[in-house]
């Protein structure tokens, strides 16, 4: 009786729906240079390959309070999402971005203003939109890393 109630259980088990698949095999963005003076226009290379089924229909750029230096959350007209978890305050830093019918591959650049900004390293996110052939919507990011030095 345990090993057909077992056997049961494993077969329902391998019946359950797994979570959703990625909605892509690649997602991942590039500063251009990576280390630069403030006020240097800077380009973010995206590369991407969807999942089958998928396209990235919007991206923003944006950033959480602890991966950027401190005065960074001090400029002006910032837009601040407050957390919490101050770990989890966040800015934005380009709205959203939208693709009309979608990308499944390739490449593009955004371009990035970084007059003002203060000195030191940041981890920004770009986060993008996937939808699928169900029209369901998945959120993913990807960080981008760059050092802005003194002017």
């Known amino acids: 009786m345990k090993k ?9 088990a391998a019946a359950l729906p797994a979570g959703p698949s990625l909605p892509f095999k690649e997602f991942k963005a590039e500063a251009v240079p990576a280390q630069f003076k403030a006020g240097t ?9 969807s999942a089958e089924g998928f396209s990235l229909r919007a991206c923003r750029l944006f950033c959480y309070q602890s991966n950027v230096p401190a005065a960074f959350f001090g400029r002006p ?5 407050k957390s919490k978890e101050k770990e989890y305050t966040s800015a934005a830093i380009q709205p959203w971005k939208w693709f009309g019918q979608g990308i499944s591959s390739g490449s593009f650049t955004l371009n990035l203003d970084t007059k ?3 000195e030191g390293d940041y981890s920004i996110c770009l986060q ?5 052939a169900d029209k369901k919507d998945l959120y993913r990011s990807t960080d981008v890393n760059f050092s802005i030095t003194k002017e």
């Open 4 to 12: 057909i109630m077992s056997l049961f259980l494993i077969l329902c």
């Open 41 to 49: 226009p800077v380009k973010i290379t995206v590369k991407l390959e």
């Open 116 to 118: 003002g900004w203060p």
């Open 77 to 81: 007209g910032l837009e601040i999402t």
């Open 128 to 132: 993008g939109i996937f939808r699928g």
